[in-house]
């Protein structure tokens, strides 16, 4: 049961407009935006920051910064954002084999390493302490300018801000991304997890 009882995607018009944004992007609107939506300034904000995070600038694709956002979120623990950034991931164009061996990112040869150092930023920025230090820095610079950097930590916040929200709203998961979750997460223990 979750801490505040998201609003219906039908609630008003401004609420139909947002699930017809997500609706395209996921397949769905999130429970996460349909709580947000009881402060509709803070969806709004949530959705401009998600859009200019989310933007492609550059070399970062959409699929990597999805798994950046997977990585990130695996790291925190919130169940509800990794089934999330791997739906999307999925519907963003990440190679089968990626989605098939994320949690193998660091040895699996369907991984540039451009794309672990990427991930790696995403898994140390995501720690608490923050664990971001001079090999990782060394390691990005090889591979991507700072535009593109700016980008990575732009998806790392966001989900940062995302984790939060979830894990503290009990947040229930929609089928859509239990079905990715239990696709691509479920063989080494991902599960859609008790709140509240």
């Given amino acids: 049961m979750p801490l505040v009882t998201p609003l219906s995607p039908d609630h008003d018009d401004e609420t139909k407009k947002l699930a017809e944004f997500f609706n395209e992007t996921l397949g769905f609107c999130p429970n996460s935006v349909l709580t ?3 402060r509709p300034a803070i969806s709004k904000a949530f959705i401009n920051l998600n859009k200019a995070v989310m933007a492609n600038e ?14 990130s979120s695996n790291a925190t623990g919130c169940r509800y954002c990794q089934a999330h950034a791997i739906r999307a991931a999925e519907r963003y164009g990440a190679e089968q084999e990626q989605l098939d ?4 990112y660091r040895t699996h040869p369907a991984f540039s390493e451009a794309e672990r150092a990427a991930l790696d930023f995403s898994l140390q920025a995501s720690q608490v302490p923050n664990n971001v230090d001079e090999v990782i820095k060394k390691r990005l610079y090889e591979h ?3 535009g593109e950097i700016v980008e990575m930590l ?27 979750g239990d696709q691509y997460l479920g063989k080494h223990g991902w599960n859609e997890g008790k709140h509240l």
């Fill in 36 to 38: 947000m939506q009881h």
């Fill in 58 to 71: 550059g070399r970062v694709t959409s699929a990597l910064k999805r798994m950046i956002a997977w990585v």
């Fill in 101 to 104: 061996n994320i949690w193998e």
């Fill in 144 to 146: 991507w300018n700072e």
């Fill in 154 to 180: 732009g998806v790392i916040s966001l989900f940062g801000y995302l984790n939060r929200w979830n894990d503290s709203m009990g947040t229930s998961i929609e089928d859509g991304a239990v079905e990715s």
